[in-house]
């Protein structure tokens, strides 16, 4: 099992900036892949961005540019810096983990947060 604790949603006029932090504890294994989803009122939950453990990174074309990703491995922690914050960019952001267990048994675990509100006025 692997818990993950998001904190760092809140209020913010459109034009400014948040940042998010999800911790990752439990049974971790060091190969996995951390990042974040978000889900609109009405709509389905969206990749937002994601980063493995070994910092390569994937963005949504809607965030490029404004949105970074980071991590520490060390204490399990995944960063979403986000700048220049739109309206459209409100939302439930929920944490990400997944990984796959090394062999032989190679079972697929995916994880998520329980969801941190981002409301951008505007």
């Known amino acids: 099992q692997v818990q993950l604790v998001e904190s760092g949603g809140g209020l913010v006029q459109a034009g400014g900036s948040l940042r998010l932090s999800c911790a990752a504890s439990?049974?971790?294994?060091?190969?996995?892949?951390m990042g974040w989803y978000r889900q609109a009122p009405g709509k389905q939950r969206e990749l937002v961005t994601t980063i493995t453990s070994d910092s390569r990174t994937n963005y949504a074309d809607s965030v490029k540019g404004r949105f970074t990703i980071s991590r520490d491995n060390a204490k399990n922690t995944v960063y979403l810096q986000m700048n220049s914050l739109k309206p459209e960019d409100t939302a439930v952001y929920y944490c990400?983990?997944?990984?796959?267990?090394?062999?032989?048994?190679?079972?697929?675990?995916?994880?998520w947060g329980q969801g941190t509100q981002v409301t951008v006025s505007s």
């Open positions: 990400y983990y997944g990984a796959t267990e090394p062999p032989p048994r190679r079972m697929r675990y995916d994880y």
């Open positions: 439990g049974s971790i294994f060091s190969i996995n892949t």
